[in-house]
């Protein structure tokens, strides 16, 4: 089992920047494929972004060009930088891992027009 924590949501203004972390346990991390989903209110689980163990990066289309996702496995962290952010992307942010399909306990972002 892998166990994760969320860091960084909160409030902004359109237009403006967040960097979400995701902490996680294990010494698994480095061979692990992490991703960023997301769920507004009323809404499915929806993914935002996937980093594989090499660094490959996949996007929903609606984030491309605006979020990065990158990891860190000196510090078993993953991280998700937003910009341009929009009212749309309002929802709870969820870290997960593949191996075990652990999440996160989830993390408020909220965009305000």
């Known amino acids: 089992q892998v166990q994760l924590v969320e860091s960084g949501g909160g409030l902004v203004q359109a237009g403006g920047s967040l960097r979400l972390s995701c902490a996680a346990s294990g010494s698994i991390f480095r061979l692990n494929v992490m991703g960023w989903y997301r769920q507004a209110p009323g809404k499915q689980r929806d993914m935002v972004a996937i980093i594989t163990s090499d660094g490959s990066t996949n996007y929903a289309d609606s984030v491309k060009g605006r979020f990065t996702i990158s990891r860190d496995n000196a510090k078993n962290t993953v991280y998700l930088q937003m910009n341009s952010l929009k009212p749309e992307d309002t929802a709870v942010y969820y870290c997960?891992?593949?191996?075990?399909?652990?999440w996160g306990q989830g993390t408020q972002v909220t965009v305000s027009s």
């Open positions: 997960n891992e593949a191996l075990f399909g652990s």
